[in-house]
C-alpha cells in the first residue's frame, strides 16, 4: 500500500498534526546614479518556507458528511 512521508493513507480517517511553519525572507535594493539622466535599479528577493509537523491525532470518518469537533481532537 502506498504511504505519504511514513503515514498509510486510510478514506475513512482524518489525521491531524501540530504544524511548525517557518517562512523567512529577504529583499535587497539597490539604486545607482550615474548622472541626471542615467540610473540603474537593482531589485532582489529571496523566499524559503519550511513546515514540519509534530505528533499526528486520528480522526475516524463517519456519515455521508462528516463532520469533525474540536472536542474529538
Known sequence: MDTLGGVTPNPRIYRY???????PGITLRGYFTFNPTLSLQIYAQLFFASVRYGPTYDVPVTGQKPTVYLSEL
Not at 17 to 23: D, F, K, P, R, V
Open 17 to 23: 498534526g501540530l504544524q511548525n511553519a517557518s517562512a
